[in-house]
T-cell receptor, first 111, second 113 residues
Framework: RKEVEQDPGPFNVPEGATVAFNCTYS??????FFWYRQDCRKEPKLLMS???SGNEDGRFTAQLNRASQYISLLIRDSKLSDSATYLC????????????FGTGTRLKVLA | GAGVSQSPRYKVAKRGQDVALRCDPI?????LFWYQQALGQGPEFLTY????????KSGLPSDRFFAERPEGSVSTLKIQRTQQEDSAVYLC???????????FGPGTRLTVL
């Protein structure tokens, strides 16, 4: 079983739709959590950090459930420019600060 | 400001050749990471440096892979006797301190024929 699991998609949604991505992680010692965005043939870029209380940045909302070891990302009012792969990232932050990535979820927003 | 840079951006090697991939982290960043990303997969951790010290090399897939950061800034990932399964994008990332956001370079796309 992979340490971080995501549905690879693709998710094809119309412009303006709301779409949600989920991610589960297996290591309960995980300390910090992120969503990164990766465009085709580009490097990953931080979309947002994920906090236990949940956090929002414009059209994006991230949630963390430590008890269920589950992270989510909600995108409201999807734009064509949101088309990308969304990577769920877990960081143990104890001894090593390596990122553990999920496979990524591909999103395509259609006109 | 300058981000993380990597060179070369593309590398084609014949099987059995040695390659060296370079990473220039953001100035002042203490932590440096190397990841390997196969097609259609998320990046996989290879190794981590704090300044010049290699604190974690648990992700290096074999003893053909070697990384160094001798002066605590630029890092080189070396792959000896390349194999076809080494074909991937090699990403370098740096962070101010280990627990903070990692900034990624554009990657080196390695193709082994």
């Amino acid at each position: 079983r992979k340490e971080v699991e995501q549905d690879p998609g693709p998710f094809n949604v119309p412009e303006g739709a709301t779409v949600a991505f989920n991610c589960t992680y297996s290591n309960s010692a995980s300390q910090s959590f992120f969503w990164y965005r990766q465009d085709c043939r580009k490097e990953p870029k931080l979309l947002m950090s994920v906090y236990s209380s949940g956090n929002e940045d414009g059209r994006f909302t991230a949630q963390l459930n430590r008890a269920s070891q589950y992270i989510s990302l909600l995108i409201r009012d999807s734009k064509l420019s949101d088309s990308a792969t969304y990577l769920c990232v877990v960081n143990l932050t104890s001894g090593t600060y390596k990122y553990i990535f999920g496979t990524g979820t591909r999103l395509k927003v259609l006109a | 400001g300058a981000g993380v840079s990597q060179s070369p951006r593309y590398k084609v090697a014949k099987r059995g050749q040695d390659v060296a991939l370079r990473c220039d982290p953001i100035s002042g960043h203490v932590s440096l990471f190397w990841y390997q990303q196969a097609l259609g997969q998320g990046p996989e951790f290879l190794t981590y440096f704090q300044n010049e010290a290699q604190l974690d090399k648990s992700g290096l897939p074999s003893d053909r892979f070697f990384a160094e950061r001798p002066e605590g800034s630029v890092s080189t990932l070396k792959i000896q006797r390349t194999q076809q399964e080494d074909s991937a994008v090699y990403l370098c990332a740096s962070s101010l301190e280990g627990f903070e956001e990692q900034f990624f370079g554009p990657g080196t796309r390695l193709t082994v024929l």
